[in-house]
């Protein structure tokens, strides 16, 4: 019998299968960056008062198409590339090394809006929740300050929340959320469900801060190619998580933030919501007063951990793509180290630590608001950063496929991302066109924040663009490893001795 | 001493045999630390990302053997990261049983919350506590680094123990360390960089 014959099982590949990821796991991972609580009950919610328009459900629906058609090219793309859980590898390895640092860095700023963001929605919405029920009195940031040493704690001690408890956590909410739209559905303002959140009628003046929203709301949406290595079968699995996590998504934001505003009548919602702008919006009272008291307990408790949930996982992203960049030399080489007994990205995560404490910090001394300027201000400003990483990968998979073709099908490599850069870019004109609006700023008011969020985008883009330069200029070694993540090491080591051969 | 044996006693608490390492980075360095052995007996190559059997003449360690006949029979491997994945899944327990065979540990079962955990406990405390110091003497540069000793170290700076080894961190002894790494054969020094980016990935893919 030949040592070579190709029948004979490997126990190698048989021991290897065991320990990769299957479908469910994988799609189990996707799904968990859906947050329907969170997305409706709070940035919603407030929403609907800052930007002053209901029809944030056609803005999911339009943000939903054009990121799944982003997500052709994208998961296409995951197959190619190293280190391919990082959208700013993709622009290094489509659009060059130096655009790849400038996303880098942009990434870096909207992580850390993201997840500090969650800090004042989380104070918030839990201050109300104990002088409700427990009539005790807390500031906000006592309460945002508690999360943060729990997530500083946490995320050293590389404890990332379970799946499987990220995903009892979202099947409840899931749960409860289809029980909350029957509830809305079945109590509708004036005795019958109104179609308008769905009409363009209802966006189209405030179009640009409404899809920031939903870009905002998708977030995560992106996380599956991480796994691109691990997953069974990498063509499929990965594919099938990104797009049905975009579909659970879709449904649950839509139908949840239209049924909330048909039973609080549609004419209503934006003068309702811009009175209780300070307490979180129209979102609980309405569910209280057409659900009972029980319903809006179960939603504030589902939504404060779903918070906390979040603001660990993505502090554990930021850190990791700290590491990453460490790794590569980006950012400093101790950025790429590991903390031994826990394996923790500790500098990574000790960086977005006091990041986050400033921050928070910062808003309690000046006594900002909470949920309008950290949670929606900041949140949606990372989701705009998002939003920019989307449509630079977006383009960088056109110039990866455009030198070879590897095999993929003209509409994975081709077409589909054609067109989602072309809708990408309208969706950043209207964003950027329309900032103000989204800020809650009307046309003609002054405010430093209209101009200070895109261009702390800029200032990072710029830095990431001259460091690589200056990179390029004084270690080649380092700047021919920038994308790989991990694998920064081996390429450096290859970039060196193709010098001394060459 | 066998490198996948000073690695572990190196990684393990020499007391109460917890390893100082995540599940993850343990597994790839003893691993790294087996294939390591194979290439300093001159059986197998790592380049780059790949492997390569040169020589099929059976080590005189029964691990090592094993280990080699079974890279034999599976031809179609040839990656060395799916190596790491395949000899790390019960690397702690392969190495541990090699050192209790010759009685330089012991298995113990450790009660925990809901399950009971093996560890392996040294016989003797100064031997994990030497192969430190001794670890920590050759990174500092007091005594000179043998292709072996560079590669444990090089291993321990992978995964992450040399902070342990060192106390606190040296720079100097850092950079001297990682000028030997680049300066080893490139069988090893690859070898090395892939344990490295195998660590790197799993913090990525946050498993282990």
């Known amino acids: ?502 | 001493m066998l490198l996948a044996d000073d690695f572990f006693l190196i990684a393990h608490d020499d007391r109460d045999g917890k390893s100082r390492l995540s599940q993850r980075a343990v597994e790839f360095g003893l691993a790294g630390a087996m294939l390591g052995e194979l290439v300093l007996e001159q059986r197998i190559l790592v380049e780059g990302p790949r492997l390569r059997v040169i020589n099929h003449d059976p080590p005189s360690d029964p691990l090592a053997h094993t280990n080699l006949a079974t890279m034999i029979a599976e031809v179609q491997h040839r990656e060395v990261r799916t190596w790491l994945l395949f000899l790390g899944r019960t690397a702690v327990e392969a190495v541990g049983q090699r050192l209790a065979r010759v009685g330089l540990v012991e298995q113990t079962q450790v009660r925990r919350l809901l399950r009971s955990e093996t560890r392996w406990l040294a016989t003797d405390i100064n031997l994990p506590a030497g192969r430190v110091v001794r670890l920590r003497r050759l990174i500092t540069g007091f005594e000179p680094m043998r292709v072996a000793d560079t590669t444990l170290a090089g291993l321990a700076e992978a995964t992450g123990l040399t902070g342990h080894v060192l106390w606190e961190r040296d720079p100097a002894g850092i950079r001297r360390l990682q000028q030997a790494i680049a300066t080893l054969p490139p069988p090893l020094r690859d070898l090395i960089l892939q344990v490295e980016s195998a660590i790197g990935d799993a913090v990525m893919s946050q498993r282990g």
Do not use: C
């Not at chain 1, 919405?125 to 997530?151: E, H, P, T």
């Not at chain 1, 809305?184 to 179009?207: N, Q, R």
């Not at chain 1, 081709?414 to 800020?439: C, E, H, K, R, S």
């Open chain 1, 1 to 502: 019998m030949s040592a070579t014959s190709p029948t004979r099982p490997s126990v190698v590949s048989q021991a290897l299968a065991r320990d990769r990821l299957g479908v469910p796991s994988v799609i189990m991972f996707a799904l968990t960056a859906a947050a329907p609580l969170m997305v409706v009950g709070a940035l919603v919610s407030t929403g609907w008062g800052v930007v002053g328009t209901t029809g944030f459900p056609l803005a999911f629906l339009i943000i939903a198409v054009i990121l799944a058609l982003f997500s052709f090219g994208y998961v296409a793309m995951s197959r190619h590339i190293t280190n391919a859980g990082a959208f700013y590898s993709y622009i290094a390895q489509g659009l060059g090394k130096p655009l790849g640092v400038a996303g880098a860095m942009v990434a870096l700023v909207a992580y850390n809006l993201l997840q500090v963001g969650l800090y004042g929605a989380f104070g918030a919405f839990l201050q109300q929740f104990l002088s409700d029920k427990a009539k005790v009195d807390v500031d906000w940031w006592v309460l945002a300050l508690v999360l943060w040493l729990f997530v500083a704690v946490l995320g050293l001690l590389r404890v990332d929340v379970n799946s499987k408890v990220l995903m009892v956590l979202l099947g409840a909410e899931l749960v409860v959320v289809t029980i909350f739209d029957v509830i809305f559905f079945s109590h509708p303002a004036g005795g019958s469900v109104s179609f308008e959140p769905w009409t363009w009628g209802a966006l189209k003046d405030s179009a640009g801060p409404a899809f920031a929203v939903a870009v905002t709301a998708f977030v995560g949406f992106e996380a599956a190619p991480v796994f691109s290595e691990e997953a069974r079968s990498k063509n499929r699995t990965v594919a099938t998580a990104t797009f049905l996590g975009l579909a659970v998504m879709l449904l649950s934001y839509a139908l949840t933030s239209w049924g909330a505003s048909v039973s609080m009548g549609v004419d209503q919602t934006v003068d309702l919501a811009q009175k209780s702008l300070d307490s979180g919006g129209p979102f609980f009272p309405t569910l209280v007063e057409k659900g009972g008291a029980w319903a809006g307990d179960v939603g504030s408790v589902l939504l404060i951990t779903s918070i906390a949930a979040a603001a660990l996982s993505y502090h554990n992203t930021t850190a990791r793509y700290a590491f990453a960049l460490g790794r590569e030399r980006v950012l400093p080489s101790f950025f790429g180290r590991t903390r031994a007994r826990s394996g923790a990205p500790a500098s990574g995560s000790l960086f977005q630590t006091i990041i986050a404490l400033v921050v928070i910090v910062l808003f309690a001394v000046e006594g900002w608001n909470p949920l309008v300027n950290l949670f929606f201000w900041l949140g949606t400003a990372g989701g705009i950063g998002v939003l920019l990483l989307v449509t630079a990968t977006s383009l960088s998979v056109i110039g990866y496929f455009i030198r070879d073709a590897r095999g993929e099908g003209a509409w994975a490599r081709l077409i589909a991302p054609i067109l989602a850069t072309i809708a990408l870019g309208y969706v950043m004109w209207q964003v950027f066109d329309n900032f103000g609006l989204l800020l809650g700023i009307q046309p003609g008011q002054k405010s430093d924040a209209v101009w200070a969020f895109p261009a702390a985008y800029g200032v990072a883009a710029v830095i990431g663009l001259v460091w690589a330069f200056i990179l390029r200029g004084i270690n080649r070694q380092d700047y021919d490893a920038i994308g790989l993540g991990a694998q920064a090491n081996t390429a450096r080591i290859e970039s060196a001795e193709s010098v001394e051969v060459g």
